[in-house]
């Protein structure tokens, strides 16, 4: 006749049925149309992962539990190639690196494939996101816009009480470059503090603020980022031992500890910043009394705090990494 028609089925060795594929082609008109199935896959720890079916873009989620499937067409007109496919992913929970995320479900529609570019306002939702500090209800709005970028339009989780959320940022898929801004919502100090070892610091309050986070040659940058208390609170630090994470000259030493061993603040303010290699740096301002010292005198003071923040911010983002290989994928075939 007039044109090619064909018809596939794939299989994995211990599946009977993988996928079906039905094309067509015209050669008059150089048109290629084919509708592609991917019935739900399950992944399970022992069985089916996503290594199994790419080794490439498998080895990016270890692992893994939950079942995805694909479903849409792939067009070709005159050498112009086209797509309409939908991955769903249902339930999707595994690890990169040190990462962890559960409950990962959405919809991404691939609408090209050279490079790869998604429809506008595409949109994925997690219960858990472990990078360090526990996030928890994520959502995320994004977009590929085929020019080695991904757009993310909205994206939100709940951190300790509070939430964090992006303002809208257009990021490079190699990682150096890249900038977003991080706003901080009512988070509560204790419970973000669990996090932190700096045995003998209980804080009271919830913070807000903005953190702005950029890449530098691979490397977390922090520059003049600010949290500050949403109403007075408490502060009571008594070290557990003689090593003090503070950074004051022996001369003050006593003078601050004994002020915050019961520190009733009316201000908390805290700056955060970060150089390319170096350590996490937290300025803490601080005004208020403590009652029980100088008859409850009102005293204002500046401290550096050091600690296991940097570990923290260092450990949680080093396993994430998007390997060359995709990288190459997702910019172009």
Do not use: C
């Not at 007109?77 to 595994?94: H, K, R, Y």
């Not at 922090?222 to 500050?228: A, P, Q, T, V, Y």
């Not at 557990?240 to 603040?265: K, W």
Request: glycine content about 10%; hydrophobic content about 40%; cysteine-free.
């Amino acid at each position: 006749g007039d044109d090619l028609r064909f018809t596939g089925n794939f299989h994995m060795e211990d599946r009977r049925y993988m996928a079906n594929l039905e094309a067509s082609y015209q050669p008059e008109t150089d048109q290629f149309k084919a509708l592609i199935r991917v019935p739900p896959v399950k992944f399970e720890p022992g069985a089916v992962q996503p290594l199994d079916l790419s080794p490439l873009y498998g080895a990016f989620f270890e692992d893994a539990e939950g079942s995805f499937e694909i479903n849409g067409e792939i067009t070709a007109d005159n050498g112009e190639v086209a797509s309409d496919l939908t991955l769903f992913i249902f339930d999707l929970s595994g690890r990169n690196g040190d990462i962890r995320v559960d409950g990962l479900n959405g919809e991404i529609t691939l609408s090209g494939l050279n490079p790869w570019t998604t429809l506008p306002q595409q949109t994925l939702t997690a219960e858990h996101l472990d990078v360090g500090l526990p996030l928890t209800d994520l959502s995320l709005t994004m977009a590929l816009p085929g020019d080695d970028s991904l757009r993310i339009d909205f994206a939100s989780a709940k951190l300790a009480g509070g939430r964090i959320v992006v303002d809208p940022s257009v990021l490079q898929l190699r990682p150096d470059g890249n900038a977003m801004m991080l706003n901080v919502r009512g988070v509560d100090i204790s419970a973000l503090l669990e996090d932190v070892d700096i045995p003998g610091l209980a804080v009271s309050g919830r913070l807000t603020g903005h953190i702005p986070v950029r890449m530098t040659n691979g490397e977390i940058v922090i520059e003049n980022g600010r949290l500050d208390a949403d109403s007075a609170g408490t502060l009571r630090y008594v070290p557990t031992s003689g090593d003090v994470p503070l950074d004051l000259d022996d001369g003050n030493m006593e003078l601050v500890l004994d002020a915050l061993a019961n520190f009733e603040f009316t201000e908390l303010g805290i700056e955060v910043n970060r150089q390319a290699g170096g350590s996490t740096e937290l300025g803490l301002h601080i005004a208020g009394a403590n009652p029980d010292l100088y008859d409850g005198y009102p005293i204002e003071f500046n401290v550096n705090l050091s600690g296991d923040l940097d570990k923290i911010v260092r450990e949680s983002l080093a396993g994430w990494r998007i390997p060359e290989e995709i990288r190459k994928k997702l910019s172009g075939f």
